[in-house]
T-cell receptor, first 115, second 114 residues
Framework: TQLLEQSPQFLSIQEGENLTVYCNSS?????LQWYRQEPGEGPVLLVT?????EVKKLKRLTFQFGDARKDSSLHITAAQPGDTGLYLC???????????????FGTGTRLTIIP | NAGVTQTPKFQVLKTGQSMTLQCAQD?????MSWYRQDPGMGLRLIHY???????DQGEVPNGYNVSRSTTEDFPLRLLSAAPSQTSVYFC?????????????FGSGTRLTVV
Protein backbone atom coordinates (compact mmCIF):
# COMPACT_ATOMS: atom_id res chain seq x y z
CA THR A 1 0.00 0.00 0.00
CA GLN A 2 1.33 3.38 -1.00
CA LEU A 3 1.77 5.76 1.94
CA LEU A 4 1.05 9.44 1.42
CA GLU A 5 2.36 12.05 3.84
CA GLN A 6 0.77 15.47 3.90
CA SER A 7 2.26 18.52 5.54
CA PRO A 8 1.60 20.53 7.47
CA GLN A 9 -1.11 18.69 9.37
CA PHE A 10 -2.67 21.97 10.52
CA LEU A 11 -2.33 25.47 9.11
CA SER A 12 -3.98 28.67 10.28
CA ILE A 13 -3.29 31.91 8.45
CA GLN A 14 -4.78 35.34 7.95
CA GLU A 15 -7.02 36.21 5.05
CA GLY A 16 -4.99 37.51 2.10
CA GLU A 17 -1.85 35.49 2.83
CA ASN A 18 -0.39 32.84 0.53
CA LEU A 19 0.21 29.23 1.53
CA THR A 20 1.50 25.92 0.22
CA VAL A 21 0.67 22.41 1.37
CA TYR A 22 2.50 19.28 0.36
CA CYS A 23 1.85 15.64 -0.45
CA ASN A 24 4.76 13.21 -0.58
CA SER A 25 5.27 9.51 -1.19
CA SER A 26 8.23 7.16 -1.39
CA UNK A 27 6.56 5.53 -4.41
CA UNK A 28 5.73 6.87 -7.83
CA UNK A 29 2.17 8.00 -8.38
CA UNK A 30 0.35 6.87 -11.49
CA UNK A 31 -1.82 9.93 -11.02
CA LEU A 32 -2.80 12.09 -8.07
CA GLN A 33 -5.95 13.87 -7.05
CA TRP A 34 -6.59 16.74 -4.64
CA TYR A 35 -9.85 17.01 -2.72
CA ARG A 36 -11.31 19.56 -0.33
CA GLN A 37 -13.63 18.48 2.45
CA GLU A 38 -15.82 20.80 4.49
CA PRO A 39 -17.29 19.83 7.87
CA GLY A 40 -20.19 17.40 7.59
CA GLU A 41 -19.65 16.80 3.90
CA GLY A 42 -17.79 14.36 1.70
CA PRO A 43 -14.59 15.27 -0.14
CA VAL A 44 -14.98 17.19 -3.38
CA LEU A 45 -12.55 16.61 -6.22
CA LEU A 46 -10.50 19.69 -7.13
CA VAL A 47 -8.03 18.40 -9.69
CA THR A 48 -6.25 15.37 -11.15
CA UNK A 49 -2.60 15.58 -12.14
CA UNK A 50 -1.04 12.93 -14.32
CA UNK A 51 2.18 14.03 -15.96
CA UNK A 52 5.43 14.71 -14.10
CA UNK A 53 6.02 18.48 -13.88
CA GLU A 54 2.41 19.25 -14.65
CA VAL A 55 0.93 22.48 -13.30
CA LYS A 56 -2.80 23.09 -13.12
CA LYS A 57 -4.59 26.22 -11.97
CA LEU A 58 -8.05 26.52 -10.52
CA LYS A 59 -8.69 30.22 -9.87
CA ARG A 60 -6.40 31.05 -6.90
CA LEU A 61 -5.30 27.44 -6.45
CA THR A 62 -2.19 26.13 -8.23
CA PHE A 63 -1.44 22.41 -8.23
CA GLN A 64 1.95 21.04 -9.15
CA PHE A 65 3.03 17.47 -9.77
CA GLY A 66 6.69 16.71 -9.11
CA ASP A 67 8.92 15.79 -12.02
CA ALA A 68 9.48 12.32 -10.57
CA ARG A 69 5.75 11.94 -9.81
CA LYS A 70 6.45 11.25 -6.11
CA ASP A 71 5.25 14.54 -4.71
CA SER A 72 2.70 17.26 -5.28
CA SER A 73 1.91 20.67 -3.89
CA LEU A 74 -1.10 22.93 -3.62
CA HIS A 75 -0.48 26.67 -3.49
CA ILE A 76 -3.26 29.10 -2.58
CA THR A 77 -2.83 32.77 -3.40
CA ALA A 78 -4.57 35.44 -1.33
CA ALA A 79 -6.41 32.95 0.88
CA GLN A 80 -10.05 33.63 1.71
CA PRO A 81 -12.26 32.30 4.53
CA GLY A 82 -14.06 30.15 1.95
CA ASP A 83 -10.83 28.21 1.44
CA THR A 84 -11.14 26.81 4.97
CA GLY A 85 -11.37 23.03 4.96
CA LEU A 86 -9.52 19.73 4.98
CA TYR A 87 -7.32 19.28 1.91
CA LEU A 88 -6.64 15.68 0.95
CA CYS A 89 -4.36 14.23 -1.66
CA UNK A 90 -5.08 10.79 -3.04
CA UNK A 91 -3.17 8.50 -5.32
CA UNK A 92 -5.09 6.61 -7.96
CA UNK A 93 -4.02 2.97 -8.10
CA UNK A 94 -0.27 2.37 -7.97
CA UNK A 95 2.78 2.45 -10.17
CA UNK A 96 1.99 -0.91 -11.70
CA UNK A 97 -1.78 -0.61 -11.78
CA UNK A 98 -2.49 2.25 -14.13
CA UNK A 99 -6.23 2.67 -14.35
CA UNK A 100 -6.87 0.97 -11.01
CA UNK A 101 -10.01 2.35 -9.44
CA UNK A 102 -8.82 2.47 -5.85
CA UNK A 103 -7.80 5.67 -4.10
CA UNK A 104 -5.24 5.87 -1.32
CA PHE A 105 -5.65 9.03 0.74
CA GLY A 106 -3.20 11.07 2.73
CA THR A 107 -4.17 12.15 6.24
CA GLY A 108 -4.88 15.69 5.09
CA THR A 109 -4.03 19.29 5.90
CA ARG A 110 -6.61 21.13 7.95
CA LEU A 111 -6.59 24.73 6.77
CA THR A 112 -8.20 27.62 8.62
CA ILE A 113 -8.33 31.09 7.11
CA ILE A 114 -8.88 33.79 9.70
CA PRO A 115 -10.89 36.80 8.48
CA ASN B 1 -28.99 16.00 -9.76
CA ALA B 2 -28.87 13.89 -6.60
CA GLY B 3 -25.36 12.48 -7.20
CA VAL B 4 -24.45 10.02 -4.44
CA THR B 5 -27.07 9.61 -1.71
CA GLN B 6 -26.25 8.01 1.63
CA THR B 7 -28.74 7.04 4.31
CA PRO B 8 -28.98 7.37 7.21
CA LYS B 9 -26.93 10.47 8.07
CA PHE B 10 -26.57 9.45 11.71
CA GLN B 11 -26.91 6.12 13.47
CA VAL B 12 -26.26 4.80 16.97
CA LEU B 13 -25.91 1.05 17.38
CA LYS B 14 -25.37 -1.21 20.32
CA THR B 15 -22.45 -3.61 20.24
CA GLY B 16 -23.45 -6.76 18.40
CA GLN B 17 -26.26 -5.22 16.38
CA SER B 18 -26.26 -5.39 12.61
CA MET B 19 -27.28 -2.76 10.12
CA THR B 20 -27.00 -1.71 6.50
CA LEU B 21 -25.72 1.64 5.30
CA GLN B 22 -27.38 2.56 2.04
CA CYS B 23 -25.67 4.18 -0.94
CA ALA B 24 -27.28 5.06 -4.27
CA GLN B 25 -25.96 6.98 -7.27
CA ASP B 26 -27.86 8.25 -10.28
CA UNK B 27 -24.91 9.01 -12.56
CA UNK B 28 -24.56 5.55 -14.12
CA UNK B 29 -21.05 5.28 -12.70
CA UNK B 30 -19.30 1.94 -13.03
CA UNK B 31 -17.22 2.12 -9.89
CA MET B 32 -18.45 2.44 -6.33
CA SER B 33 -16.48 2.38 -3.09
CA TRP B 34 -16.93 2.58 0.65
CA TYR B 35 -14.46 4.47 2.83
CA ARG B 36 -14.30 5.12 6.54
CA GLN B 37 -12.80 8.29 7.97
CA ASP B 38 -11.28 8.35 11.42
CA PRO B 39 -9.48 11.26 13.12
CA GLY B 40 -5.82 11.39 12.15
CA MET B 41 -6.11 8.45 9.74
CA GLY B 42 -7.63 9.92 6.63
CA LEU B 43 -10.00 7.87 4.52
CA ARG B 44 -9.45 4.15 4.29
CA LEU B 45 -10.99 1.89 1.67
CA ILE B 46 -13.32 -0.82 2.99
CA HIS B 47 -14.76 -2.43 -0.15
CA TYR B 48 -15.18 -1.45 -3.75
CA UNK B 49 -17.00 -2.56 -6.89
CA UNK B 50 -16.14 -2.21 -10.56
CA UNK B 51 -19.63 -3.05 -11.74
CA UNK B 52 -22.83 -4.90 -10.91
CA UNK B 53 -22.03 -8.31 -9.49
CA UNK B 54 -18.32 -7.57 -8.93
CA UNK B 55 -16.89 -6.55 -5.57
CA ASP B 56 -13.50 -6.72 -3.88
CA GLN B 57 -11.90 -5.95 -0.56
CA GLY B 58 -10.06 -2.80 0.28
CA GLU B 59 -7.65 -1.96 3.07
CA VAL B 60 -10.00 -2.55 6.06
CA PRO B 61 -12.73 -5.05 5.05
CA ASN B 62 -13.09 -7.06 8.26
CA GLY B 63 -16.55 -6.83 9.82
CA TYR B 64 -18.19 -5.50 6.66
CA ASN B 65 -19.99 -7.08 3.72
CA VAL B 66 -21.06 -5.59 0.42
CA SER B 67 -23.00 -6.64 -2.66
CA ARG B 68 -23.72 -4.89 -5.94
CA SER B 69 -26.88 -6.23 -7.56
CA THR B 70 -27.52 -3.08 -9.60
CA THR B 71 -25.36 -0.30 -11.04
CA GLU B 72 -27.11 2.26 -8.82
CA ASP B 73 -26.89 0.69 -5.36
CA PHE B 74 -23.99 -0.41 -3.18
CA PRO B 75 -25.07 -1.15 0.41
CA LEU B 76 -22.56 -1.75 3.21
CA ARG B 77 -23.53 -4.25 5.88
CA LEU B 78 -22.14 -4.33 9.38
CA LEU B 79 -22.51 -7.89 10.57
CA SER B 80 -21.99 -7.46 14.31
CA ALA B 81 -21.18 -3.89 15.26
CA ALA B 82 -18.15 -3.20 17.45
CA PRO B 83 -17.01 0.07 19.09
CA SER B 84 -14.01 0.05 16.72
CA GLN B 85 -16.46 0.60 13.87
CA THR B 86 -17.44 4.00 15.23
CA SER B 87 -16.54 6.26 12.33
CA VAL B 88 -17.83 8.38 9.49
CA TYR B 89 -18.58 6.30 6.41
CA PHE B 90 -18.43 7.67 2.89
CA CYS B 91 -19.67 6.11 -0.29
CA UNK B 92 -18.15 7.25 -3.58
CA UNK B 93 -18.80 6.56 -7.22
CA UNK B 94 -16.55 7.12 -10.16
CA UNK B 95 -16.18 6.97 -13.90
CA UNK B 96 -13.24 6.73 -16.24
CA UNK B 97 -12.34 9.02 -19.08
CA UNK B 98 -9.37 7.70 -21.04
CA UNK B 99 -8.23 5.77 -17.96
CA UNK B 100 -8.54 8.52 -15.35
CA UNK B 101 -11.18 8.58 -12.68
CA UNK B 102 -13.37 11.29 -11.22
CA UNK B 103 -14.82 10.50 -7.83
CA UNK B 104 -18.05 11.84 -6.37
CA PHE B 105 -18.60 11.32 -2.66
CA GLY B 106 -21.78 11.22 -0.65
CA SER B 107 -22.19 13.38 2.44
CA GLY B 108 -21.47 10.53 4.82
CA THR B 109 -23.05 8.46 7.58
CA ARG B 110 -21.85 9.13 11.10
CA LEU B 111 -22.00 5.85 13.03
CA THR B 112 -21.54 5.45 16.75
CA VAL B 113 -21.34 2.00 18.31
CA VAL B 114 -21.86 1.90 22.08
Amino acid sequence: TQLLEQSPQFLSIQEGENLTVYCNSSSVFSSLQWYRQEPGEGPVLLVTVVTGGEVKKLKRLTFQFGDARKDSSLHITAAQPGDTGLYLCASVGGPSNFGNEKLTFGTGTRLTIIP
Amino acid sequence: NAGVTQTPKFQVLKTGQSMTLQCAQDMNHEYMSWYRQDPGMGLRLIHYSVGAGITDQGEVPNGYNVSRSTTEDFPLRLLSAAPSQTSVYFCASSYSISGFYGYTFGSGTRLTVV
